[in-house]
């Protein structure tokens, strides 16, 4: 098909304010007579709260709240299950956790003063390590995680401090295995990654004359933050009020409260709007950060090298509180595409989530996708080399198909795995000779869901001629906005300048906002057929201002013209005038889509890299990501997303970790929790693999949650083919490279 | 200290063309001085502690961490923000080409990116790969993975700013 609008490729609609410096994040929003909060955070990763002593903070000048649980009503928080206190109340569960909070005229005051609050606590045995949370001695961190609200019924488990145990199964596993001649088993883990947006979480609220609360907050599923909020702070919804601010940088963390109560609360006490930000260090202390992972695999080999069988354990440390997981199984999705891009009959999973004394975890772009496909995509080199086959032949001897059922319940359609894969492949220098003998290269591949959810729109014919929609959700940065724009001036047709799009997310009460590669397809979709609507209605009501039939109006640069006849036109700003009072030129909509659709998306990546075996370091030489794609609506975000993931992805796989000893993170500063800078990104050559054949509007598919996921395991695939050395942990960094060298070296291999 | 009486210090600075004059605490950093005492918002903290480079500015041309320099250090100096990049409501070629590049996502960054581009493009109209990359290592962005940054500028080299 050719389009007018889609395809091209428009700057992000919020382009002009973000290169300005006029584009108002939650920081940036500052109030007459706005005061500051301030946390005190819990040094102990289990304790109990015997007494604390704020006399000193509320004496010191400039001080004008002191608040601790005491002062709060009694009620508990969280994206879905509503388990973490406000502050603390009676018990510490991590290092970090919030304990007291100060208002003041000034940051640095309210900083000043929460060294004068005294808290005496009682240490409790901790654990720190969610296989070790599971053993039946293991101290319980919420012995009465059952009564939490919305805490899922259906996924409770026996085991202590798992708070949800979910399985998905195809086939039988037992038959499977009976079916295999060989059987392997591998154990990985992986670490904790933090989204590491350069906009740290921030909330600002003002309660008004009549009790209202106002929010600004740094949230990229707005709606949903008015119901938490109300909730957390026992207001009826209708009482929050949510403005529309710019989100900088979500990447799957950015859906919780964070301070935005004790905002509440400290404008509450003092009758002035209080704003809180985040220090980095807060966020690396205590924001919601990529699950640590075990996972491990059983997996089921015919002689002829058919995985008849798998089976994955994956244990997720959840960290002291579950609050952040914004789903209803409050677990890692992810984790039910352990199996990886094969159509393995027996397929049992088993993914469970556990509370620890450490950092509560949160979601990361592609939730649990990185985990597993490492595990999976290094075991199906391991499994190859055992059995003596070429790694990449055995993973096409494997491969889903369509028709194949996956364990999460999925009948696959329109399977494009082996052409991306082959792509791949092809635009790499995959089997060519190396240039030099620490060279390797590493295949691996994955799948991703395109999401669902609630969608919500209104769109209208403005007096000035514009078409506008608002949405409620926020621009964090993906273009939603932009790529809303194309799809209605695409539909309509209209030049795309006619086209606005504003968040208002205050008008609406319920939204899944942004998240899981959902706002293309669920809100695009939608959008679409509300601009069909509306042309329908402004065909009509200009028809009979024309003295003509509906069918007889045409659209041409923005004008209604009777067709064939160019001179009997109105701009749409006059149908909007003889239209004036219709309700029809006004429409609002909500849709639910419940499930992931059929068709799914692909990646695959080879890595070509360089060992230095001297000191360890790796130097990526080049990346190949290849993508299943459908027609791609804005071609500059579209490759954003690939570039930006990769990145991130290979910052998972090589550089970053929130490094945690016993409870206590010792990267405490982006100087030492390393996110990739200009000189680490490695040449990228990017294939996409179009097919016109897509859910979302004109045949579009998801991107966002693409390239992050197979990029480590292709790294550890390469490092092995570069050096021999096998990871079974992650990230891969030099100084693990350097180690495993000099180990092998002595042991006289 | 809490117990020390705040000391405040009178600096002058010229911001984005404009004279200023105000009386600063002496710890305050020179982005709350921008942000707060001067309402220029568009300078974004991000990591505190001059690694991520969001809340760069130039002070007497040269590109600085505002989050490390005290508001006082600014006194007497001549002070350029993302604000004071465009010129009379005409987007810098900079700015103009990080639209059409996709030099940014979020947008969180991105002052402290055009700001160090358009100091980049100043010193050397022309800059390699290799020069933007070691000009622009100040600057994180976790959004684009640079890629399309590095367009963005290379899209505005070549000729002098439209200044």
């Not at chain 2, 005492?37 to 990591?47: P, R, S, V």
Request: proline share 6%; aromatic share 6%.
């Amino acid at each position: 098909m050719t389009y007018t609008v889609v395809g091209k490729p428009l700057g992000q609609v919020e382009g002009p304010a973000k290169v300005t410096g006029a584009a108002t994040f939650t920081a940036d929003v500052i109030l007459p007579e706005m005061i500051w909060g301030k946390v005190l955070r819990s040094p102990l990763p289990h304790a109990r709260i015997v007494s604390i002593d704020t006399k000193a903070a509320e004496q010191m000048p400039g001080v004008l709240a002191v608040l601790t649980a005491r002062d709060l009503p009694d009620t508990l928080t969280g994206r879905v299950v509503y388990d973490t206190p406000v502050l603390a109340r009676d018990q510490v569960r991590f290092i970090g956790e919030k304990v007291a909070v100060v208002a003041a005229e000034d940051p640095d005051v309210a900083e000043d003063a929460l060294a004068l609050i005294e808290v005496e606590y009682q240490e409790l045995p901790a654990v720190f390590d969610a296989e070790e949370a599971m053993k039946p001695d293991a101290p319980l961190l919420h012995p009465d995680y059952r009564s939490y609200p919305h805490a899922p019924e259906k996924f409770f488990s026996e085991l202590p401090n798992v708070h949800s145990h979910v399985t998905w199964q195809v086939g039988d596993i037992e038959e499977g295995f009976a079916q295999a001649q060989q059987v392997f088993e591998y154990t990985f883990t992986t670490h904790s990654q933090h989204q590491g947006f350069i906009e740290p979480h921030a909330s600002v609220v003002s309660v008004d004359s009549e009790g209202r609360a106002h929010l600004w907050i740094s949230n990229k599923m707005p709606v949903r933050a008015q119901k938490l909020l109300a909730d957390a702070v026992e207001l009826p919804q209708e009482q929050v009020v949510v403005h529309p601010v710019c989100i900088g940088g979500d990447f799957g963390g950015k859906g919780s409260l964070m301070d935005a109560p004790l905002c509440y609360h400290l404008s509450k006490r003092t009758g002035r709007p209080v704003k809180m930000v985040m220090t980095y260090t807060e966020e690396l202390m205590a924001g919601n950060p990529r699950h640590p992972a075990t996972i491990s695999l059983r997996t089921g080999v015919t002689d002829q090298g058919k995985v008849v069988a798998f089976q994955a354990r994956v244990v997720f440390d959840s960290g002291a509180y579950a609050g952040f997981k914004p789903v209803p199984i409050v677990n890692i999705p992810g984790a039910n595409s352990a199996a990886g891009v094969y159509g393995t009959p027996h397929v049992k999973i088993d993914a469970y989530s556990v509370y620890t004394n450490c950092v509560p975890s949160g979601h990361v772009r592609a939730p649990g996708d990185p985990q597993v496909t490492f595990a999976v995509e290094s075991s199906m080199e391991l499994i190859a080399e055992a059995m003596g086959i070429d790694p990449l032949e055995f993973r096409k001897r494997n491969l889903v198909q369509d028709g194949d059922l996956l364990p999460d319940g999925h009948r696959l359609e329109h399977v494009r795995i082996r052409q991306t894969l082959e792509a791949a492949i092809e635009s790499s220098n995959w089997g060519k000779p190396k240039a030099h003998p620490h060279v390797g290269r590493g295949v691996a591949a994955s799948y991703r869901h395109i999401g669902a959810g609630e969608a919500n729109a209104e769109i209208r014919l403005e007096s000035d001629g514009t078409v506008k929609v608002i949405t409620p959700v926020p621009d964090t940065g993906t273009g939603a906005h932009t790529v809303l724009q194309q799809v209605v001036a695409e539909t309509w047709p209209l030049p795309v300048e006619q086209v606005q799009v504003e968040a208002r997310p205050e008008l609406f009460e319920t939204d899944s906002g942004a998240g899981a590669s959902r706002v293309t397809y669920v809100v695009g979709q939608l959008v679409k057929e509300m601009t069909e609507e509306l042309r329908a209605s402004v065909c009509r009501v200009a028809a009979t201002a024309l003295e003509c039939q509906a069918e007889e109006v045409v659209f041409e640069d923005g004008h209604c013209t009777v067709k064939g006849s160019s001179d009997r036109t109105l701009t749409l700003a006059q149908v909007a005038e003889a239209g004036s009072g219709k309700p029809e030129l006004s429409i609002r909509k909500t849709q639910v889509n419940r499930d992931n659709p059929q068709v799914t998306t692909f990646t695959a990546q080879v890595v070509e890299l360089e060992v230095d075996p001297e000191t360890g370091q790796i130097k990526i030489l080049e990346v190949v990501t290849s993508h299943d794609v459908g027609t791609i609506i804005n071609p500059i975000g579209h490759r954003g997303q690939i570039d930006g993931g990769l990145v991130q992805g290979i910052g998972f796989g090589m550089i970053e970790e929130v490094v945690m000893e016993e409870g206590q993170v010792s990267t405490l500063h982006l100087g030492d929790y390393k996110l990739p800078n200009i000189k680490d990104i490695p040449p990228l050559k990017t294939v996409l693999v179009q097919e016109e054949i897509g859910p979302a509007p004109f045949q579009s598919k998801a991107i966002g949650e693409s390239s992050i996921t197979p990029i480590a395991a292709a790294i550890a695939n390469a490092v092995y083919d570069a050096v021999g050395v096998r990871f079974y942990n992650l990230p891969i960094t030099a100084e693990k490279v350097y180690r495993a060298l000099r180990e092998r070296d002595s042991n006289g291999e | 200290m809490a117990s020390e009486k705040t000391m405040t210090r009178t600096i002058r600075l010229r911001v984005n063309g404009k004279e200023h004059s105000l009386d600063v605490p002496s710890r305050r950093l020179l982005v709350d001085c921008l942000r707060y005492d001067l309402g220029l918002t568009g300078t974004k903290e991000g990591c505190s502690v001059g690694v991520c480079g969001a809340c760069t500015v130039l002070m007497d041309g040269q590109p600085i961490s505002s989050c490390l320099a005290l508001a006082v250090f600014a006194d007497g100096k001549e002070i350029v923000t993302v604000e004071g990049i465009a010129r009379e409501g005409k987007l810098d070629r900079v700015q103009q080409s990080f639209i059409d590049h996709g030099g940014f996502q979020c947008g969180s960054c991105t002052p402290g990116m055009v700001v160090t581009a358009r100091a980049l493009l100043d010193a050397n109209p022309n800059p390699s790969q290799d020069e933007i990359k070691e000009w622009m290592l100040g600057n994180l962005c976790r959004c684009t993975g640079y890629y399309q940054i590095i367009e963005s500028i290379q899209g505005a080299a070549g000729e002098a700013s439209d200044a």
